[in-house]
């Protein structure tokens, strides 16, 4: 399924009304405002509005129409990352922290869609992680051992895995894990803010924040929201020009979604250990409303702006998907997503580094967005109430860990590494060599244009120097949409702001 400009819509989208919204079109003030319109702020903003804070949302889009609606909504405590991982970086103290984090998380959910009558169809169920060759055994067992020393007693290893085509070897299961329509909930959630007595305005662009004892946030049509606390809980910090965006990279993902005979592939979360891995899970046939069950298969992920050819990760991820479930019938879905991996593998949930102290932030998702957006939402509650919470120092956003130093160099190295882009000859040498519904890189004197064809014919052109911090975006033929190679901002054929950090449009050429 795609949009007019030939995007991909994710299934969720497409049956789900939300209530009526619209624009904010005068000045207000409130005790907390929340930028980003995604499961993270709507959270954030329900849970605020229950201890009955006057809270507003603002939201550029529609609720829910950034990455949130882009996901496929695993619930999980098996954190992808690997505890082994964590334990090295955090600790066994911390390690635990963030695997209680996580299933505090789903029992939210859980807990919300029981008191609000969200009927999203949220199933407790187990979650498998499974290797794909002899090599990643060992890995295997290492993993169970990090999570047995933390404490985590109810994994255990299968000998077989629930669906045998996936592995012939031994695989761990998960216990309580979850999954959900993620756009059902977010409906639902919607309304009980509103209920709760929160203002919700979407189609509002946040372009401008002034923080202080008073926050003010400045609307693209230049309105402004004052507050005694802010949070921005975009997909990354709009609110930030460089310090957060060190400290996490831009991935892109990618889903096809396939018909199985309803009832064939048991219903759980299934997980294997490639770099990048591939995540599993099913949409049964009677929620669907459809006489077959969906298996939603994603990973194939990269850099973002950094593939050229981004087609083939469908190709690659449908030869996978019939590869390990034979009984997959038609393609009936392909999305693409974006997730931020943060350096040391944790969300960064808290005061905004370097900020006034009532600005808080929550990005880098890692793969596990729902989790970490609703842990967004207990924690920041905490925070802005005045309360004690023992997540705060795993998830802090000011954190630096010396053990990511690594981690971090590569990807600060790989950011100044796409500068090369400044000296590289143009994709063409004129517009007319832009084929229609497709767009391409033209060098300019000493610069680069984005040169997009629509349907038409027709060739628009703007600036290719993205207004974050001045890389050279890319033609991301998938979404069609320009993609900044450097932080992850992204802009549609015309040069209009998708996601950031960039707030401004490309120039015109
Ligand atoms: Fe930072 Fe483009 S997103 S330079």
Redesign the pocket.
Known sequence: MKNESGASVPFWVKDVSFMDTHKLNDNITCDVCVVGGGIAGLTTAYLLAKEGKRVVLLEAKAIGGGETGRTTAHLSNALDDRYSNLINLFGKDGARLACISHARAIDMIEQIAKDEKIDCDFQRLNGYLFVNNREQDTELMKELEAIQQIGWRDVVMRKECPVATLTASPCLQFPDQGRFHVMKYMAGLLKAFVDKGGQVYTDTKAVDFKTGTVNTVVTEDGHTVASNHLVVATNTPVNDMVTM?TKQAPYRTYVVGLAVPKGVVPDALYWDMDDSYHYIRLQKAEERGAATDLLIVGGEDHKTGQDHQPDKHYYALERWARLKFPMAEEVEFRWSGQVFEPVDRLAFIGRNPGDSPNVYIATGDSGHGMTHATIAGMLLTDLIMNRKNEWEKIYDPARISLKSAGEFLKENLNVAAQMKDYVTPGEVDDPSEVMPGTGRLMRKGTTKVAVYCDADGVRHECSAV?T????IVSWNNVEKSWD?P????RFDPYGRVITG??VKNLDKA
């Open positions: 965006h993205c974050h911090l001045g890389c900044c450097c932080h992850g901002s950090p960039a």
